[in-house]
């Protein structure tokens, strides 16, 4: 998995432009399974399992990251830009981004630390004064190799650190991607539904149609969530922990989830011997929030790898909390789709 998971974090694939992602995902999925892709770009998979399904159920995972859209040229040939998704201003000053199709090299930048005012010093940076470089010295310049709405990019390479950690842009939510790909090519005990999303990060937009297209009885999400295990942070602000398994949400932002299944993945992770912990903190969201409010809703449960620094260059998780993230989702699959999820 983890070398799949490393080709898709490389793929551009911001919402809207989420095209690179899906036609890698066809490609592996096309000798395993029937495939369609609605009007929204939402690439929706049907995988046949061993026996019809009692309960019809939909895995959905999102195919879109965070990046920058470009909004304007200066006269002196810099970028400004609009961001697509929630980033972190305070992530971006100095980083290495690449812009468009043909992946231009640029930095980020603002002014010198030596040019603020004292107050500013103390301030997260405005947004509205940062710029991309690409190295042009004109307008016409830059307008020869970028256009307005080109998408610029975190320029992040994945990378194994320290104790079976993973650093890579876009792991959010490529490792559902990943997890999902991995059971479409393996055999199924029962038939599913499968659902890559687009446009996630900016509204759950795609969701909505996904879930109404397939008409699920039960939806799981794979996702990614915040570990905030940081230096500084108290326990109870924490959300979860990278090291402890996957991670189950019982509400966010977005989505109050049904308590029947969220107890029951707890028991089922407890019989499986797999790791797993509560998201402890009520915040953030997902594509459960336009899911489970499809036609006459769909009973949804959340199930996340915890994911430290999100939505930036550098999001970073750990090996075996993908797998046990796998490995639930897996068993969740198959108990709802027998309808033995009591």
Known sequence: MLETLKKLCALPGASGREDAVREFLIERIRPHAEYEVDALGNLLVHKKGAVRA???????????????????????????????????????????????????????????????????????????????????????????????????????????????????????????????????????????????????????????AAAYQLAPDYAIVVETTTAADIAGVQPHKRVCALGKGAVVSFMDKGTLYDRGLYDFAFSLAERKNIRCQTKTMVAGGNDAGAIHKSRGGVKTIAVSVPCRYLHSPSCVIEEGDLYDTADLVRALAQSFADDSAT
Not at 117 to 128: F, Y
Not at 159 to 182: Q, S, T, Y
């Open 54 to 208: 009692k309960k019809r159920v939909m895995l959905a995972a999102h195919m879109d990251e965070v990046a920058l859209i470009v909004t304007y040229i200066t006269e002196e040939g810099y970028l400004r830009f609009a961001p697509v998704g929630g980033i972190d201003p305070r992530v971006l000053f100095g980083r290495s981004v690449f812009v468009g199709e043909h992946r231009l090299p640029g930095v980020i930048g603002s002014l010198p630390v030596h040019l603020l005012e004292k107050e500013e010093l103390s301030k997260m940076p405005d947004e509205e004064k940062l710029y991309i470089d690409i190295g042009a010295s004109s307008a016409a310049q830059a307008q020869e190799a970028v256009h307005l709405g080109d998408i610029a990019y975190f320029d992040s390479t994945f990378m194994p650190f320290g104790e079976r950690r993973i650093k890579a842009k876009a792991l959010d939510d490529r490792a559902g991607c990943a997890i999902l790909l991995e059971m479409i090519e393996s055999e199924l005990p029962y038939d599913l539904e499968f659902a890559f999303t687009v446009q996630e990060e900016v509204g759950l937009r795609g969701a909505g």
